[in-house]
T-cell receptor, first 109, second 114 residues
Framework: KNEVEQSPQNLTAQEGEFITINCSYS?????LHWLQQHPGGGIVSLFM???GKKKHGRLIATINIQEKHSSLHITASHPRDSAVYIC???????????FGKGTHLIIQP | EAQVTQNPRYLITVTGKKLTVTCSQN?????MSWYRQDPGLGLRQIYY???????DKGDVPEGYKVSRKEKRNFPLILESPSPNQTSLYFC?????????????FGQGTRLTVV
């Protein structure tokens, strides 16, 4: 069973700061997902990665398959980025997701 | 609009009273799954389905049933709910035939069993 570890568990930063959230996993995967969960509870998919790097607006996600590690970066952070960010891995194409416990991010004005 | 729809959003029920949480997706996805989210434990898979009439247990299936009679629907059934099933539930779907496809989640169902 894949062990998915996220760090940090909690992060408070000031508006404008560059944010990095890390995810490591123990078993080879076919894909890694970064998800965002707002206080209302809904979960939104931010990225799905199998290699390299993806960028969407101020969000950047990278993955290093050899090191079994991924990072989510937020540039020019804003209070509306405050949410729980969850890393999830998928071992095979037909496998379910194994989730990290999430990183609770608060961006203060 | 591509979406996964769960109902109800909130439900309070009593121990032993059968209930069903519905899940429907409009993207023709093959793969659907149910997860529960609990403080300190994160999201855990309950059941999943790879296609119509194909379902299998996830990590925490005890006390739950599912069915997949149609591709778009994947209801979660609690035949005799107990207080330890109080949780936040999410349904999700994804394609098995497209590469680089993201997972779509429902809005969540907050269930309280008293």
């Amino acid at each position: 069973k894949n062990e998915v570890e996220q760090s940090p568990q909690n992060l408070t930063a000031q508006e404008g700061e560059f944010i990095t959230i890390n995810c490591s996993y123990s078993v080879g995967i076919s894909a890694l997902h970064w998800l965002q969960q707002h206080p209302g509870g809904g979960i939104v998919s931010l990225f799905m990665l199998s290699s390299g790097k993806k960028k969407h607006g101020r969000l950047i996600a990278t993955i290093n398959i050899q090191e079994k590690h991924s990072s989510l970066h937020i540039t020019a952070s804003h209070p509306r980025d405050s949410a729980v960010y969850i890393c999830a891995v998928q071992e095979g194409g037909a496998d379910g997701l194994t989730f990290g416990k999430g990183t609770h991010l608060i961006i203060q004005p | 609009e591509a979406q996964v729809t769960q109902n109800p959003r909130y439900l309070i029920t009593v121990t032993g009273k059968k209930l069903t949480v519905t899940c429907s997706q409009n993207m023709n996805h093959e793969y659907m799954s149910w997860y529960r989210q609990d403080p300190g434990l994160g999201l855990r898979q309950i059941y999943y389905s790879m296609n119509v009439e194909v379902t299998d247990k996830g990590d925490v299936p005890e006390g739950y049933k599912v069915s997949r009679k149609e591709k778009r629907n994947f209801p979660l059934i609690l035949e005799s709910p107990s207080p330890n099933q109080t949780s936040l539930y999410f349904c999700a779907s994804t394609s098995l035939t497209s590469k680089n496809t993201e997972a779509f989640f429902g809005q969540g169902t907050r269930l309280t069993v008293v």
